[in-house]
């Protein structure tokens, strides 16, 4: 056990990504939907969690770089016969040129890197509500170029559709882990633990040498290369994508999920992104009737959404460090409130000694 | 006391940190007024001053935590007046707050091992240099607590074992002994003079309690109202009358009757 104590961390998320995989397995075909949608938004949350959790900056921003791989993945495996077709203003470039399922989502992740690096750099000097409306502001461009501009998708918004479906639960189990590990690395690397203690308190991070505007591009480009291989994912796993599917909603409904989870660790983002995202698929079926058993759930329209904002807004006033308190799950580990008392006895201890 | 380092000083040598002629106002107060102030490596300055005189501003004025409205600010021989504070930071030039600002949610270690790893220094460097400090500063036993739940003198002295583990050659401690018990500022006084011999660095120390700086100061600088009031060795300070009346008043009658 002592031996894997520097990756206990780790463990958790990924077993639970596991879990959710062999679930999903035994489900049948149309369910399994669901569990794989879970799986896709944990990578979604990681690649959120990456920039948010580790900077303590908030980003509405994050879901641009999901549409950018999304986009990227889905038109590099059309097959160039049909793409011709269905994408006549597409640059040539992009149009004569397919790849494979896995080259695809390689470049959706180095794309959704580059996009963050370029739009990082004037931006990751801002923080606070700054930061929060420059990054809504990327998303919005981003949606407006996607619907807009003919040259790199489908024109004025419509489906970018006959993407191969090849996310099943497989891919997208090795994904979520992926991602998993990428953040994991980086928050147990030097540079990640510099960013991690600029969150803390920004004056001590730059007395001791911080440079916290270029940790924060680090891990906002970090975090576009997680969220572009989930957008990468995402694609091949509908088989077709549009501007508004990676805009609003979604942005709302992954903040909501790693809120819940918990921002402040890796552990808070999966488990937020794996109960949010199967509540919330379950409570969209439910609004069309669900059989749950003997009787049939239906839930009127609308009702999906204004749960999950119930959801989140409850999680901010009571639980505002989300369920796993932005910890990670450390198993074999004294609790902390353990610690406190002791430490409160020793210091008690102390006093009288001293005086 | 005092003929270690301090009277070496030959002026010539580009190793100092120097403030020329430094002035920082805020709207209607003239916090700093045309300062000169010397550091060298190897010599423990204490900086004493009333409240408001100046003193953390001076601070944050070299640190780069504040801008100069005029002067210069020189780190062995190179200008650093604007650079920001971080990139200071890696350039040897550590120090600590009034406030003590650990990372309250971080083990006292990993606090430590953060100075040494915000300078550049790997993970086993980092580690290894948190080691020795914790135990140079009688730390160890809350190595794995998180920094919040220490007391606060306890607190600043973590703070300056962060700033030590970045190996400055100059490091600026603002009131670090403030919350320590009367018998660890012994201790604490050893822990300054061991900076200086043992790490060959320069040591700012402001503080109020004049033992202490009476104690471990090469040389004392008196500030008031952001001006150079006096400058002289703990002696020479002790017996200065415009020092007791600017500042000793009350409270260096008590040391004066203390000691003698
Ligand atoms: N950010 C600020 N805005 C306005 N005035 C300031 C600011 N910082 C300091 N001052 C003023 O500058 C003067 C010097 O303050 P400074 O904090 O440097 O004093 P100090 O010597 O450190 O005092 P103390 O012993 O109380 O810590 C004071 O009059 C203070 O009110
Ligand atoms: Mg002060």
Known sequence: MSRLAPIRPLLAPVLLIVLVTLVGSLTSTATQQNFITALVSVTIVIGLYVFMGNSGVISFGQVSFVAIGAYAAGELTIPTGPKHYVLPGLWSFIAEHSVGNLPSLAIAAGLGALYALVVGLPLMRLSGLSAGIATFAVLEITYNLLTFWPKIAPQSGQTLSLVPTTTGLTQAAAGAIVAAVVAFAYQRSRRGRLLRASREDQSAALAIGVDIHRERLIAFTLSGAVSGLAGGLLVHQIGSITPSQVYLELTFLTLAMLVVGGTGSLWGATVGAVLVSLLDSYLNQAENGLHLGLFKLTLPSGAADLILGVLLTAMLVLRPRGLTGGREWQLGRPRVSKIRSASAMSYLGRGRARR | ?260
Request: charged fraction near 25%; aromatic fraction near 4%; hydrophobic fraction near 45%.
């Open chain 2, 1 to 260: 006391m005092g003929t270690s380092g301090a009277s070496r000083d030959g002026g010539s040598s580009g190793a100092r940190l120097r403030a020329t002629d430094v002035a920082r106002a805020f709207k209607g107060v003239q916090a700093l007024e045309g300062l000169n102030f010397e550091l060298g490596r190897h010599e423990v300055v204490g900086l004493i001053g009333p409240n408001g005189a100046g003193k953390t501003t001076l601070i944050n004025v070299i640190t780069g935590f504040d801008r100069p409205t005029a002067g210069a600010i020189e780190l062995d021989g190179v200008d650093v007046t604007g650079w920001p504070a971080s990139r200071r930071a890696r350039a040897g030039l550590a120090r600590t707050f009034q406030q003590g600002r650990v990372f309250g949610e971080l083990t006292v270690q990993e606090n430590v091992e953060l100075g040494a790893l915000g300078v550049g220094a790997g993970a086993h460097q980092a580690r290894a240099r948190a080691d020795e400090l914790l135990s140079i500063m009688q730390l160890a036993d809350h190595a794995k607590l998180p920094a919040s739940l220490l007391a606060h003198g306890e607190q600043r002295k973590v703070a300056v074992a962060r700033a030590l583990a970045s190996r400055p050659r100059y490091v600026l401690m603002d009131e670090p002994a403030a919350g320590l018990f009367e018998s660890d500022i012994s201790a604490f006084a050893e822990v300054i003079r061991s900076v200086r011999d043992g790490y060959d660095a320069g040591v700012l120390i402001v503080d109020h309690n004049m033992a202490l700086i009476m104690a471990v100061s090469d040389r004392i600088e008196v500030l008031d109202q952001g001006r150079s009031l006096a400058s002289g060795t703990p002696e020479e300070i002790r017996r200065n009358i415009d020092v007791a009346a600017a500042y000793l008043g009350a409270s260096g009658v008590t040391a004066e009757r203390e000691r003698g």
